[in-house]
């Protein structure tokens, strides 16, 4: 039994459609989902916590620890670059309404993340290790309750024009903050 190739061709079609439209998702985790978010809700964007961080497996100190100084240094750095970057692009999102403070109530909420796992990745030459950070974000309200909660990923790939740890987690704060703000306004209702 022969199959038409106009049938074949569109099969074809909609499993690379399907493949595509579930790829480039972002990768989200979504752990509790309230409801109580809307279109017109605030946040105040907390500085990143780094809150039992694991780094490479271990915990943050005993990662740093480990380091010589000038690498130690290196990671306050991208530690506090990466504190900057991810809320400048939560920030800067159009979609989502931020304010710098002001009191928590009913309409406005703490957005709280906090890093959970870095695998720094390296680039040596020819052998290379992607670099994935590993966030957990939580929707606080004015009682401290967690209101919402979601964790997101993001994977940078290490080579010869991103050589450093540093700027690897730079980006993946960056693309961290811009995935918290896609989610936050595709999940709120109207």
């Known amino acids: 039994m022969s199959t038409h190739p106009l049938r074949t061709l569109t099969r074809a079609f909609l499993a690379l459609s399907l493949t595509l439209l579930f790829a480039c998702q972002p990768r989200v985790s979504v752990v509790k989902q309230s409801g109580r978010i809307h279109s017109?809700?605030?946040?105040?964007?907390?500085?990143?916590?780094?809150?039992?961080?694991k780094i490479d497996g271990v915990?943050?100190?005993?990662?740093?620890?480990?380091k010589p100084e000038d690498q130690r240094k290196l990671w306050e750095e991208s530690r506090a670059t990466?504190?900057?970057?991810?809320?400048?692009?939560?920030?800067?999102?159009?979609?989502?309404?931020?304010?710098?403070?002001?009191?928590?109530?009913?309409?406005?909420?703490?957005?709280?993340?906090?890093?959970?796992?870095?695998?720094?990745?390296?680039?040596?030459?020819?052998?290379?290790?992607?670099?994935?950070?590993?966030?957990?974000?939580r929707v606080v309200d004015d009682q401290g309750a967690v209101v919402d909660?979601?964790?997101?990923?993001?994977?940078?790939p290490a080579g010869a024009t991103n050589p450093s740890i540093g700027g690897r987690v730079r980006s993946a704060a960056t693309d961290l903050g811009g995935k918290t703000a896609t989610y936050l306004t595709s999940h709120a209702s109207s």
């Open 40 to 53: 017109d809700t605030k946040f105040v964007v907390e500085p990143l916590h780094f809150d039992g961080t």
């Open 59 to 66: 915990p943050e100190a005993q990662w740093v620890a480990n």
């Open 82 to 137: 990466m504190i900057a970057a991810y809320g400048e692009r939560v920030k800067n999102d159009s979609a989502l309404r931020v304010t710098e403070e002001g009191p928590l109530g009913p309409n406005t909420f703490a957005l709280r993340a906090n890093v959970e796992t870095i695998e720094a990745g390296f680039f040596q030459g020819i052998v290379v290790k992607e670099t994935e950070v590993r966030i957990d974000v």
């Open 149 to 156: 909660e979601f964790r997101l990923r993001s994977v940078v």
